[in-house]
């Protein structure tokens, strides 16, 4: 099907059909029609017609159609992003005005290197969903913020698992991913006898994962630097005094995920969960769902 370069309308702007959007959204992150069609009840050929429309509406090919699977071209991923952007505001507008009215107060804890990461966009929405909820943010520690639910402090908490005691089994894992070994790209703290280490405070699970896998390997070793928030790590590694076990998607130029050349340990990966107060309520619930769908996006 040959299309032309976009032209300039004289007329009104042909409006998307967000039905048809959500069509190209489940096409694309399950990168066949086939399994799209299972996933939104219709069947593949009708899917088939849907996309060739939204083709025809932009003048655009939308998909490579593969052996086995189909790609998006490079305007086909443009239109993703506003695809999902169009279909979250949807969302936004429906539940602003048709779910029932939400009051309240949620007490919500979180890491820091969590709440840096999904906080900010996660409050801003669920503001615009949820006017009449307020939320009130305590950023620290695992340890600390499940010490502050157990006493009733806290309706909702974001944890790092892995610390002994903790109540991971209680919540719901939202997120996975490698921990690994970093330091500043070009540094030498790396290649230094004992190794300096840059480590989260007691109770951490990073702190005891990455000292027990220094040990089994006999690799020497001394705590250079010690803090309660990644930052500090963070500063330590961009320093270059000491290297640190670090989320993978946190490590960001200047840092460098360590080579194995330097033969470090394997740390495998860490996770996070979602921990719920009992009884804490309608708020609370919403604001869990909406984090939720933000480390889902993290994954995409």
């Given at each position: 099907?040959?299309?032309?370069?976009?032209?300039?309308?004289?007329?009104?702007?042909?409006?998307?059909?967000?039905?048809?959007?959500?069509?190209?959204?489940?096409?694309?992150?399950?990168?066949?029609?086939?399994?799209?069609?299972?996933?939104?009840?219709?069947?593949?050929?009708?899917?088939?017609?849907?996309?060739?429309?939204?083709?025809?509406?932009?003048?655009?090919?939308?998909?490579?159609?593969?052996?086995?699977?189909?790609?998006?071209?490079?305007?086909?991923?443009?239109?993703?992003?506003?695809?999902?952007?169009?279909?979250?505001?949807?969302?936004?507008?429906?539940?602003?005005?048709?779910?029932?009215?939400?009051?309240?107060?949620?007490?919500?804890?979180?890491?820091?290197?969590?709440?840096?990461?999904?906080?900010?966009?996660?409050?801003?929405?669920?503001?615009?969903?949820?006017?009449?909820?307020?939320?009130?943010?305590?950023?620290?520690?695992?340890?600390?913020?499940?010490?502050?639910?157990?006493?009733?402090?806290?309706?909702?908490?974001?944890?790092?698992?892995?610390?002994?005691?903790?109540?991971?089994?209680?919540?719901?894992?939202?997120?996975?991913?490698?921990?690994?070994?970093?330091?500043?790209?070009?540094?030498?703290?790396?290649?230094?006898?004992?190794?300096?280490?840059?480590?989260?405070?007691?109770?951490?699970?990073?702190?005891?994962?990455?000292?027990?896998?220094?040990?089994?390997?006999?690799?020497?070793?001394?705590?250079?630097?010690?803090?309660?928030?990644?930052?500090?790590?963070?500063?330590?590694?961009?320093?270059?005094?000491?290297?640190?076990?670090?989320?993978?998607?946190?490590?960001?130029?200047?840092?460098?995920?360590?080579?194995?050349?330097?033969?470090?340990?394997?740390?495998?990966?860490?996770?996070?969960?979602?921990?719920?107060?009992?009884?804490?309520?309608?708020?609370?619930?919403?604001?869990?769902?909406?984090v939720i769908r933000a480390f889902r996006e993290l994954r995409r």
């Amino acid at each position: 099907m040959p299309f032309s370069s976009p032209t300039v309308h004289a007329g009104p702007l042909p409006l998307l059909d967000l039905e048809v959007l959500r069509t190209f959204v489940a096409i694309a992150e399950r990168g066949s029609f086939t399994r799209a069609a299972r996933e939104v009840s219709r069947t593949p050929s009708a899917l088939s017609m849907q996309i060739k429309r939204l083709e025809e509406t932009l003048g655009q090919r939308l998909f490579v159609r593969e052996a086995r699977q189909v790609r998006l071209t490079p305007e086909g991923e443009v239109l993703l992003g506003y695809a999902r952007r169009l279909l979250k505001l949807n969302e936004e507008a429906v539940t602003r005005f048709l779910a029932p009215p939400v009051e309240g107060t949620v007490r919500f804890g979180t890491p820091d290197d969590q709440g840096a990461r999904i906080l900010p966009e996660v409050l801003a929405q669920f503001a615009r969903t949820h006017p009449a909820v307020q939320v009130d943010v305590i950023v620290g520690g695992s340890v600390s913020m499940q010490r502050r639910l157990e006493a009733g402090e806290l309706d909702l908490v974001l944890m790092t698992a892995g610390t002994p005691g903790q109540m991971a089994d209680q919540g719901e894992v939202v997120h996975s991913e490698p921990l690994v070994w970093a330091g500043r790209d070009g540094g030498v703290a790396a290649w230094r006898s004992p190794l300096p280490v840059a480590l989260a405070s007691q109770g951490w699970p990073w702190r005891g994962r990455a000292l027990s896998a220094l040990d089994a390997i006999g690799r020497a070793y001394r705590i250079a630097y010690t803090s309660e928030h990644w930052a500090g790590q963070e500063a330590a590694m961009l320093a270059d005094i000491a290297v640190a076990p670090f989320p993978v998607s946190l490590v960001k130029s200047p840092l460098r995920q360590l080579p194995r050349e330097v033969g470090l340990p394997d740390l495998g990966d860490y996770h996070v969960v979602l921990v719920r107060r009992e009884g804490a309520g309608e708020a609370s619930e919403a604001l869990a769902g909406q984090v939720i769908r933000a480390f889902r996006e993290l994954r995409r």
